[in-house]
């Protein structure tokens, strides 16, 4: 009889371990959770010491907004500066976002290039740190020379 309760209690102990396994790989699990889903506008940018003027610059699907970006479910992104219009894909791993294979329209403009060729040359990055502020409202996204900050729409 003794050994009956022996086994008991071994698998209570062996179900408690399992159990509490779980819950720490969801909890890791849980930094990778999505934030970066839905449409972000480009608050600022600045590439290395030079803070670039987003004022006056204007999308064609957004009047008034100088470059937006939206990450969707299924791991596509997309997004659209003064000029051009891009499409790529991405993945979250451990705090840093990966944007691969973008592919982003040449169309000569008018208008001053600088911050949505500052954008694009961010988002070529391998591997970029990715930061929400303010409770999810914002993203930062940054590589070693340029931060660029991200309002949710």
Known sequence: MRRLSDVWGLARILWIVVWLSLVVVSCQVSDDRGEEVGTWVLESISV???????????????????????FDSNGVVTGEGSCNEFRGSFKREEGRLRVRDVMASAVACETDQKVEEAVLGLL???SLALVFLDGSERMQLSDATSVATFVNR
Request: charged share 25%; net charge negative.
């Open 48 to 70: 290395g010491d030079e803070q670039l003027d987003v004022a006056g610059l204007s999308t064609s699907s957004m009047p008034g907004i100088a470059f937006w970006i939206r």
């Open 124 to 126: 070529w990055d391998d």
